[in-house]
């Protein structure tokens, strides 16, 4: 017989145990659902700029010039030895911090996911401890 792991509600103070793959309780389920749309919401305004640059032709041009530039490999990987193929371009110096370097090949580089997800992560939290 197979258990499956059990979690604590994700609502403050709620401590029913339940699926690990939920996050929240059944008394507390909607709170998943207005969550999500005030995070949609908050991110539409925030980002309406930037989610509008990336469906553009000049942009779609540009990712897949930095592709074929760099053989569609992750750049990451091979400054480790690895040869991964790339799974998105991604901005050296990200469109928040310099908008005209937002197509210039030298500040392109195509990632996979994984190498992607680190970066990001690194500069989420370099934002962090500037605005602290």
């Not at 401590?15 to 793959?21: E, P, T, V």
């Not at 032709?57 to 990987?77: G, N």
């Not at 371009?89 to 090949?105: G, P």
Request: aromatic share 8%.
């Amino acid at each position: 017989m197979i258990t499956i792991p059990m979690k604590v509600c994700s609502k403050i103070n709620c401590n029913k145990l339940i699926d690990f793959r939920k996050t929240y309780c059944d008394e507390h389920k909607e709170l998943q659902r207005e969550s999500k749309v005030n995070y949609d919401s908050l991110r539409y305004e925030r980002d309406s700029k930037y989610r509008g640059f990336y469906n553009k032709k000049e942009w779609k041009h540009a990712r897949r010039s930095s592709m074929l530039r760099h053989d569609w490999l992750c750049q990451e990987c091979l400054r480790n030895g690895l040869y991964t193929e790339a799974d998105v371009v991604d901005h050296i110096i990200e469109l928040r911090d310099d908008w005209d370097k937002r197509l210039d090949q030298s500040n392109l580089q195509p990632l996979c996911n994984a190498c992607h997800n680190v970066k990001t992560i690194r500069e989420k939290n370099k934002r962090k401890e500037k605005s602290n």
